[in-house]
């Protein structure tokens, strides 16, 4: 079975400072990793995703996340952080199975990592 | 496993019928989800709900509506289905702070 595991719980960082979250997957086949990210009150939204090809992913709002397959590990960067970042980040694996024939996708989410900025 | 569950599970339709899409999740969970997933695997939130008699929309305007009148209960109706409503949808629930989403396994729907 697939699983996601995000070590920590909180992390606080300064403006400006560098930021990096861990996620560590554990997964048969080739997997599939996403970062999402969840403001209060809002959805999920996509950070980015590695499907296949190169291992450094860059996404939206400035964020990359770099795949190493010898470590299990997508852990999200970002070189820069704003204040407007503070939000709780989601590390996912999913498996991208029969989604033509109608089998359905499934994601697995780690427990979420709490970010705060501190000015 | 997780205990949330989503019927049907596959529903193939026609323009301009009634239907509900139904979520139970026997864990107690206040926080419930509805998210139209893409073929991209983006998950984009149409519902939440944060306990009984709370509703809102979320991030992607949709013309269905939801209701929470049990704890365990988060159904998602659409009284006119179009053909621009194919999609997986899928329901999640949270426990407390740091716990993590539980997804049903989603409705394909699709409409003619």
């Known amino acids: 079975a697939q699983s996601v595991t995000q070590p920590d719980i909180h992390i606080t960082v300064s403006e400006g400072a560098s930021l990096e979250l861990r996620c560590n997957y554990s997964y048969g086949a080739t997997p599939y990793l996403f970062w999402y990210v969840q403001s209060p009150g809002q959805g999920l939204q996509l950070l980015l995703k590695y499907f296949s090809g190169d291992t450094l992913v860059q996404g939206i709002k400035g964020f990359e996340a770099e795949f190493k397959r010898s470590q299990s590990s997508f852990n999200l960067r970002k070189p820069s952080v704003h204040w407007s970042d503070a939000a709780e980040y989601f590390c996912a694996v999913g498996a991208l199975r029969c989604v033509l024939t109608g089998g359905g996708n499934k994601l697995t989410f780690g427990t979420g990592t709490q970010l705060k900025v501190e000015l | 496993e997780a205990d949330i569950y989503q019927t049907p599970r596959y529903l193939v339709i026609g323009t301009g019928k009634k239907i509900t899409l139904e979520c139970s999740q026997t864990?107690?969970?206040?926080?419930m989800y509805w998210y139209q997933q893409d073929p991209g695997m983006e998950l984009h939130l149409i519902h939440y709900?944060?306990?009984?008699?709370?509703?809102e929309k979320g991030d992607l305007s949709s013309e269905s509506t939801v209701s929470r009148i049990r704890t365990e209960h988060f159904p998602l109706t659409l009284e006119s289905a179009r053909p621009s409503h194919t999609s997986q949808y899928l329901c999640a629930s949270r426990g407390q702070y740091n716990s993590p989403l539980h997804f049903g396994n989603g409705t394909r729907l699709t409409v003619t």
């Open positions: 709900s944060y306990g009984v008699n709370s509703t």
């Open positions: 864990m107690g969970h206040d926080k």
